[in-house]
C-alpha cells in the first residue's frame, strides 16, 4: 500500500473515532490530528499511539492546521454538535463560521482531497467549495452514506436478510428533508413488491431512517461509530482508486449547492457524478430537500 498521510481536524467524538478506525483498518500510515483544544489533542495522539501495535499506521502528531496541510486527505470533523433534540440545521450558523475559518487559514494544497462531516454537512461542503481554491470534485460531504447505512440494516432485518444484500439510496440533504429512491432499492435484486414491502412499511422505514440520529443523540448525546465507519469507507475508496459508487455531498454547478447523490469514487475524488432515473416523486421529494438547502444556504451563508 502507499503511504497515505490522513489529517483529521476535530479530535471530539467524531474525529478520535474516525482515527481509531483508520488505524484499525489500515488505511492511514501516518495521521495528523488537529483539534483547537490543544491538550485534548495531546491526550487523544497518546491514547491512539497505544493502537499502533495492532495497526500500520506508523506515525500520529498533534499538528497545528499549517501542518495538516501536508495530508493526501483531511476530514473536517470540528465544530459544535447536536444536543438532544437539535436539529443539524441549528448548528448551521456557528459551524459555518468556523469552517470557514479552519478552510482559509488550512489553505488545502491543489491534490488534497477534502472530506466534510460537520453538520450541516451539506452546507459546510458548500463553504469549503466556496472558500477553497481545490476543484469541487475533490470536495466531499459524508451526506447520505450514513443514511443509506440505516436504511440497508432496516429492511434486511425487515425481511430477514444481510444489510449487504441490500441495496438502496438515499439522495439529497442529510437531515430531515433527505428522500429515498425507492425506484433504485432492491433486495437480493429483486424488487420490493417481492418481499411483501407495502407504501406503509416502506415510509415507517425510511422515517426511522430520519430518527435514528435524533435518537441515539437523546440516549448517548453524541452519534460516531456509524459515520467514523462511512468516513473511512469514502478513504478507502479513495485510497484504492476503486470506483465504487458511494452516495456522498458533492457540488452541483447549475444549482450552486451540494447534496448528496450517487458518485463514482477514485483516487481522485468523485470522479463522476450519477443522475438516477427517478420517479416522478421521488423527484419532486428531491425538488423539496434542495429547496430545504437554499433556504439555509440564503440563511447562513457567509
Ligand atoms: P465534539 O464536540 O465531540 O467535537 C468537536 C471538536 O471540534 C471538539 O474537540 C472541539 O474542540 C473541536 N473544534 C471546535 N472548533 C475547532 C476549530 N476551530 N479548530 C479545530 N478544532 C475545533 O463533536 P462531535 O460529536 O465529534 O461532532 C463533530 C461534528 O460532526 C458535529 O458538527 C456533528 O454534528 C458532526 N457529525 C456529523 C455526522 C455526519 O453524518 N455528517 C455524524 C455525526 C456527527
Not at 434486511?156 to 439522495?171: F, N
Not at 425506484?183 to 430518527?211: D, F, M, R, V
Request: net charge negative; charged share 20%; proline share 4%.
Amino acid at each position: 500500500m502507499k503511504h497515505t498521510t490522513i489529517a483529521i481536524i476535530g479530535m471530539g467524538n467524531v474525529g478520535a473515532t474516525t482515527a481509531y478506525t483508520l488505524m484499525l483498518t489500515g488505511l492511514a500510515s501516518e495521521l495528523l490530528l488537529v483539534d483547537i483544544d490543544q491538550e485534548k489533542c495531546e491526550g487523544e495522539v497518546r491514547d491512539l499511539r497505544d493502537v499502533m501495535g495492532f495497526s500500520a499506521t506508523s506515525q500520529i502528531s498533534a499538528t497545528t492546521l499549517t501542518q495538516a496541510r501536508t495530508a493526501d486527505i483531511i476530514i473536517i470533523c470540528a465544530g459544535k454538535a447536536q444536543k438532544p433534540g437539535q436539529s443539524r440545521r441549528e448548528l448551521a450558523q456557528i459551524n459555518s463560521a468556523i469552517i470557514a475559518e479552519i478552510i482559509k487559514e488550512l489553505n488545502p494544497r491543489p491534490e488534497t482531497i477534502l472530506l466534510m462531516v460537520t453538520n450541516p454537512v451539506d452546507l459546510m461542503t458548500l463553504i469549503a467549495c466556496k472558500r477553497s481554491s481545490l476543484p469541487h470534485t475533490k470536495i466531499i460531504g459524508s451526506g447520505t452514506w450514513l443514511d443509506t447505512q440505516r436504511l440497508k440494516r432496516y429492511l434486511g432485518e425487515h425481511c430477514g436478510v444481510a444489510p449487504e444484500s441490500v441495496s438502496t439510496l438515499i439522495l439529497g440533504e442529510h437531515g430531515d428533508a433527505q428522500c429515498v429512491a425507492w425506484s433504485q432499492t432492491s433486495i437480493g435484486s429483486q424488487p420490493l413488491s417481492y418481499w411483501n414491502i407495502s407504501e406503509k412499511t416502506a415510509h415507517e422505514l425510511a422515517h426511522q431512517t430520519t430518527q435514528e440520529a435524533y435518537a441515539i443523540i437523546q440516549a448517548k448525546c453524541a452519534t460516531y461509530y456509524g459515520v467514523a465507519s462511512c468516513i473511512a469507507d469514502v478513504c478507502k475508496a479513495i485510497i484504492y482508486n476503486e470506483q465504487r459508487i458511494i452516495p456522498v455531498s458533492c457540488y452541483d454547478s447549475e444549482r450552486d449547492l451540494c447534496y448528496s447523490m450517487p458518485c463514482i469514487m477514485g483516487e481522485q475524488g468523485i470522479e463522476q457524478r450519477l443522475q438516477p432515473q427517478l420517479t416522478p416523486q421521488e423527484h419532486q421529494c428531491l425538488e423539496q430537500s434542495l429547496q430545504t438547502l437554499i433556504t439555509l444556504k440564503h440563511e447562513t451563508l457567509l
